[in-house]
């Protein structure tokens, strides 16, 4: 049985060993090859194994032989990178793990992801976690690129854990176990291929059949000539239709994996999409930058006027589209002319009596939608100063049940929008910290940005409680005409890149945030928490993050901020740092500022000396830097373990120095008012509107969908009173909760927090 190529043996639990209760079927075990052959050469009769289960591999158990089945190491990766309770459905499909064998780079399939299957091409096989002498295998993955119509749908660009396994666009990428990918070609044949010895089965591909080939990432479609073998490996002749070089009626011979039968759509081939003209009433008063729809082979396409003209060889006018997704054929470009720029594959060159107004927002109950506003008239608006408009108070803890909760409520998200609408959500509907952005005086050019800010978001959000998606997607579609960037309509952004255009470089805000870092002073709308590679948190608050981050960057504040915007440590979007967070309901800055009296952490006096060194000792206190007056500071640096230790003296105001401070020193604090939180680059967020641990609000602005391509998103706001049940918990009560068990939306803000915004209910009077 041992594999004279392999250094260990590996098997499968069938069924669950009388020891230890933890090993249940479906784990997969290992154990090095010269011990399996020292074991069965002591005795005929091995009634147990000592085997190390995967994927920890730490402790070695003796395990009963009639409890597991031996495993290749090829099978043995392949089911370790799935769930183990679906590990022995797929062990006894032995034609499934055959043709998963048989997957190759460059193998057209399709992937099931978010329960829909996808089109791709397999371009990374292997490990997602290096393999080491303690675990020889970590799990077969399949990176795949999306392809044709599916493209966009992943949930990567080919990166993982900081390694970029394969290249492509974008959201264009999935990683995926050999349960979720099917080949597109016949399965039998792929076996065939894997099993030089059978025979290939050919009868599912016959001459005549129509089919879809893949060369270069590009489709193309033909009729099957013959199939045949070379090499041990069958071929496709096929007769294309239209060849690489554009001709038609050549002849081809193509791997049999990379051929599917039928015709599959890949999306529009042509550089002018003659799209069947609309027969409904075409608005006459579209121009340049109208949202419209139009009508393609493929469904109902969306997308902005960039351009209108005549083309080359063309007599009759055009329209240059730039649509939300990859359903285009070039970047702007017509013949190697350049007519507008975007994204690739997302410019189309149509009629415009085949374009439309967006029907999208037409649909909509006339109770919470009217008629898309002409984009191209954004900046003809009479009078766009802010002196004679109203800003309305935030939505009161009395008010919310009445105004934001329910359906159709909150910021109604559009294309890509999540991140802005939760981060409007968050800043507006229950605080007024920023509010003096609402006035701030600008220049002309970003005067109508500020404008539909106030009145066609802000405003709307406080009163009735819900935002249109017209008025968000006019927003982004302002920002982006005033260059603040291409993509502000189609592509989804970050919320700190997105505030700090609106209130940098629009609004002109004084800077948030006045950092101090060895004399000077450096400005900034958020703070990115970055933790040294020593740091021991495990289940860490929020005010232990800032001040770990604050010590070992050397940084304090050198002003109390009235709003302040904190990014949580990640590895990148998708990748958290830690399983959990605890918000801090209020935020402790007072040891953080650069000026002002501070306490002795022992005796209360004031404090004249700081020590990073007893930074990290906890028996101090689990927060707050380590200030001691000078006899407790003598005190603490005489233990032997300390004395190696360096104060430094702290900066004293004058009107202190000689005297004592009294106990009832004021502190500064800073309240927590939102969390932004994201899940598979969806981004939502958390309101707290009133003074208990339960005043929790959850806003969701693609909480559900009405129809498909041509339907509308509805948002929706709920009471979500069972955070403060976890907020009440001590931190080994917390840390033991499992995120799927926790109750309602929980999970998501103590799980998946991005973003935390602090207020000062003092300082913002004075902002």
């Given amino acids: 049985m041992t594999d004279p190529s392999s250094s260990h043996m590996f098997f499968i639990i069938t069924e669950k060993p009388k020891y230890p209760g933890h090993i249940r079927p479906g784990a997969i075990c290992f154990i090095r090859t010269y011990?399996?052959?020292?074991?069965?050469?002591?005795?005929?009769?091995?009634?147990?194994?000592?085997?190390?289960?995967?994927?920890?591999?730490?402790?070695?158990?003796?395990?009963?032989?009639?409890?597991?089945?031996?495993?290749?190491?090829?099978?043995?990766?392949?089911?370790?990178?799935?769930?183990?309770?679906?590990?022995?459905?797929?062990?006894?499909?032995?034609?499934?793990?055959?043709?998963?064998?048989?997957?190759?780079?460059?193998?057209?399939?399709?992937?099931?992801?978010?329960?829909?299957?996808?089109?791709?091409?397999?371009?990374?096989?292997?490990?997602?976690?290096?393999?080491?002498?303690?675990?020889?295998?970590?799990?077969?993955?399949?990176?795949?690129?999306?392809?044709?119509?599916?493209?966009?749908?992943?949930?990567?660009?080919?990166?993982?854990?900081?390694?970029?396994?394969?290249?492509?666009?974008?959201?264009?990428?999935?990683?995926?176990?050999?349960?979720?990918?099917?080949?597109?070609?016949?399965?039998?044949?792929?076996?065939?291929?894997?099993?030089?010895?059978?025979?290939?089965?050919?009868?599912?591909?016959?001459?005549?059949?129509?089919?879809?080939?893949?060369?270069?990432?590009?489709?193309?479609?033909?009729?099957?000539?013959?199939?045949?073998?070379?090499?041990?490996?069958?071929?496709?002749?096929?007769?294309?239709?239209?060849?690489?070089?554009?001709?038609?009626?050549?002849?081809?011979?193509?791997s049999i994996e990379m051929v599917a039968k039928g015709e599959v759509p890949s999306g529009p081939e042509s550089m002018i999409v003659d799209s069947p003209p609309v027969k409904t009433h075409t608005d006459l008063h579209m121009g340049l930058n109208s949202m419209v729809e139009v009508t393609l082979a493929t469904g109902n396409a969306y997308g902005i006027i960039r351009w209108m003209?005549?083309?080359?060889?063309?007599?009759?006018?055009?329209?240059?589209?730039?649509?939300?997704?990859?359903?285009?054929?070039?970047?702007?470009?017509?013949?190697?002319?350049?007519?507008?720029?975007?994204?690739?594959?997302?410019?189309?060159?149509?009629?415009?009596?085949?374009?439309?107004?967006?029907?999208?927002?037409?649909?909509?109950?006339?109770?919470?939608?009217?008629?898309?506003?002409?984009?191209?008239?954004?900046?003809?608006?009479?009078?766009?100063?802010?002196?004679?408009?109203?800003?309305?108070?935030?939505?009161?803890?009395?008010?919310?049940?009445?105004?934001?909760?329910?359906?159709?409520?909150g910021i109604q998200g559009h294309c890509n929008s999540c991140y802005m609408d939760a981060a409007f959500f968050g800043l507006f509907a229950c605080s007024s910290v920023l509010d003096s952005m609402l006035f701030?005086?600008?220049?002309?050019?970003?005067?109508?940005?500020?404008?539909?800010?106030?009145?066609?978001?802000?405003?709307?959000?406080?009163?009735?409680?819900?935002?249109?998606?017209?008025?968000?997607?006019?927003?982004?579609?302002?920002l982006q005409r005033h260059g603040y960037s291409h993509s502000f309509t189609t592509d989804e952004k970050d919320p700190e890149e997105f505030l700090n255009i609106v209130m940098h470089h629009i609004l002109a805000l004084d800077p948030l945030l006045k950092l101090s870092a060895a004399g000077k002073v450096q400005d900034s709308y958020c703070y990115q928490i970055f933790l040294d590679q020593n740091h021991s948190l495990v289940l860490p608050t929020v005010q232990q993050l800032l001040e770990h981050s604050f010590h070992s960057a050397g940084l304090k504040l050198a002003e109390v901020p009235s709003c302040l915007i904190l990014q949580m440590p990640r590895f990148g979007k998708k990748f958290k740092m830690f399983d959990k967070i605890i918000p801090s309901l209020e935020l402790d800055i007072t040891d953080l500022l650069s000026e002002g009296p501070q306490q002795c952490i022992l005796c209360g006096n004031l404090a004249v000396e700081e020590c990073t060194d007893c930074f990290k000792e906890h028996v101090f206190s689990p927060t707050g830097f380590k200030v001691f007056c000078r006899t407790c500071s003598a005190q603490v640096h005489n233990h032997p373990q300390r004395r190696s230790h360096q104060p430094v003296p702290l900066e004293i105001p004058k009107g202190y120095l000689g005297r004592g401070i009294p106990h009832t020193l004021t502190r500064d604090r800073l309240e927590l008012f939102a969390v932004l939180c994201i899940e598979t680059s969806h981004y939502v967020s958390f309101v707290k509107h009133g003074p208990n641990n339960h005043d929790w609000i959850f806003f969701d602005s693609m909480a559900d969908r009405q129809g498909e391509m041509d339907g509308f998103n509805i948002p929706e706001v709920q009471a979500c009173p069972e955070v403060g049940m976890y907020l009440e918990m001590s931190p080994i009560e917390l840390a033991n909760q499992a995120p799927r068990d926790m109750k309602g939306v929980a999970k998501r803000l103590f799980c998946d927090a991005y973003m935390y915004l602090y207020q000062s209910t003092s300082m913002c009077l004075y902002r």
């Fill in 440 to 478: 701030k005086s600008t220049t002309p050019q970003d005067a109508p940005i500020q404008r539909t800010l106030l009145r066609d978001i802000v405003n709307p959000l406080r009163s009735k409680g819900f935002v249109e998606g017209q008025h968000i997607m006019k927003f982004r579609m302002q």
């Fill in 309 to 409: 003209g005549l083309l080359p060889e063309r007599n009759d006018v055009m329209v240059g589209l730039e649509l939300e997704e990859d359903n285009g054929v070039s970047d702007g470009t017509f013949k190697g002319c350049r007519f507008f720029t975007c994204p690739p594959k997302r410019a189309l060159f149509v009629k415009p009596t085949s374009c439309r107004p967006d029907s999208r927002f037409q649909t909509i109950s006339a109770n919470h939608c009217e008629k898309m506003p002409e984009m191209d008239k954004l900046d003809e608006d009479a009078d766009y100063g802010t002196g004679n408009l109203e800003c309305f108070p935030p939505v009161s803890t009395e008010q919310v049940n009445q105004i934001l909760i329910g359906r159709m409520k």
């Fill in 35 to 254: 011990k399996y052959e020292s074991e069965i050469s002591k005795t005929a009769s091995v009634t147990k194994l000592r085997v190390l289960p995967l994927p920890d591999a730490m402790l070695d158990y003796d395990i009963e032989m009639n409890c597991m089945k031996p495993l290749t190491e090829e099978k043995a990766d392949l089911l370790l990178a799935m769930a183990e309770e679906d590990r022995l459905k797929w062990f006894r499909d032995r034609k499934a793990l055959q043709t998963a064998l048989g997957l190759t780079v460059g193998t057209a399939v399709t992937v099931e992801e978010d329960q829909q299957n996808l089109r791709g091409v397999i371009r990374y096989i292997g490990p997602m976690i290096e393999p080491s002498r303690a675990r020889p295998i970590t799990g077969r993955f399949f990176g795949i690129e999306l392809q044709g119509e599916d493209k966009g749908k992943g949930n990567n660009n080919g990166i993982f854990g900081h390694k970029q396994h394969f290249t492509c666009e974008k959201n264009c990428g999935v990683f995926a176990p050999f349960s979720r990918v099917r080949p597109v070609a016949p399965s039998s044949l792929l076996r065939a291929m894997s099993e030089p010895s059978a025979q290939p089965e050919t009868e599912e591909l016959s001459p005549g059949d129509r089919v879809t080939y893949f060369t270069k990432d590009k489709s193309h479609h033909g009729m099957v000539v013959s199939v045949e073998e070379e090499d041990g490996k069958p071929y496709v002749r096929i007769s294309t239709d239209v060849d690489e070089s554009g001709k038609t009626g050549g002849e081809v011979k193509v």
